[in-house]
């Protein structure tokens, strides 16, 4: 019996420990797609696709991609939230992992930026510049996207610091959150659901007299 004992408590530890990791795996998987695929898709897309669709945008792609900031954030994480990058691994790696049991650390990817954001929101102070009011809250802070990139020639375009805030800060929010969600719909075969449809048996039903 204690040696039943003794083996019960290190796997209890491992498991625990593999679910952490799970977290942290999937947590640097959502601020990849909100810090890198991201501003990489939407500069790409001005780069090469643009081009050979003839389409003419009047506006720098830095500029693209904060006016739509939530749109490239969220699309990108909640797409492979879905696809669960972590499915293409080793199967010994996601056994380790816990990705072969039905309640996948995934769903946990949202925590990591939403405490992040919280402890930035508490460690908020109001500017004092006059450039930008000294009554803003800490939610339109983060929250009321910039709409122009500050540059080297123009950098009083906006608020520099606040640019950064929102793109490492509230961007890895966002993905965070849509990454679990995307986590949660292809747990439930959402797009499987919505975009495949079975065909109805047209069989004539037999009627007995």
Request: glycine share 4%; net charge positive.
């Given at each position: 019996m204690a040696s039943l004992a003794s083996v019960a408590v290190p796997v209890a530890k491992k498991s625990l420990l593999a679910y952490a990791v799970a977290v942290i795996v999937h947590t640097l998987v959502a601020y990849a797609c909100a810090l890198r695929l991201?501003?990489?898709?939407?500069?790409?897309?001005?780069?090469?696709?643009?081009?050979?669709?003839?389409?003419?945008?009047?506006?720098p792609a830095t500029d693209w991609y904060l006016q739509h900031f939530e749109l490239v954030t969220v699309i990108p994480a909640l797409v492979i939230g879905y696809l669960n990058v972590v499915r293409f691994l080793p199967a010994v790696v996601r056994e380790y992992l816990h990705e072969?049991?039905?309640?996948?650390?995934?769903?946990?990817?949202?925590?990591?930026?939403?405490?992040?954001?919280?402890?930035?929101?508490?460690?908020y102070h109001a500017p004092s510049s006059v450039l930008y009011?000294?009554?803003?809250?800490?939610?339109?802070?983060?929250?009321?996207?910039?709409?122009?990139?500050?540059?080297?020639?123009?950098?009083?375009?906006?608020?520099?610091?606040?640019?950064?805030?929102?793109?490492?800060?509230?961007a890895p929010f966002y993905a965070g959150v849509a990454y679990s969600l995307g986590v949660v719909a292809s747990k439930h075969s959402l797009a499987t659901k919505l975009f495949v449809f079975e065909k109805k048996d047209e069989s004539t039903p037999t009627v007995e007299l």
């Open positions: 991201s501003q990489w898709l939407v500069f790409h897309w001005f780069g090469w696709i643009a081009p050979l669709l003839h389409t003419t945008i009047r506006i072969s049991r039905t309640g996948s650390a995934a769903f946990w990817t949202w925590t990591i930026p939403t405490l992040m954001l919280l402890h930035r929101m508490l460690q009011g000294s009554s803003m809250t800490a939610i339109r802070y983060f929250f009321d996207i910039q709409k122009v990139m500050p540059t080297f020639s123009n950098p009083l375009a906006s608020d520099p610091e606040r640019v950064w805030a929102q793109m490492s800060v509230t």
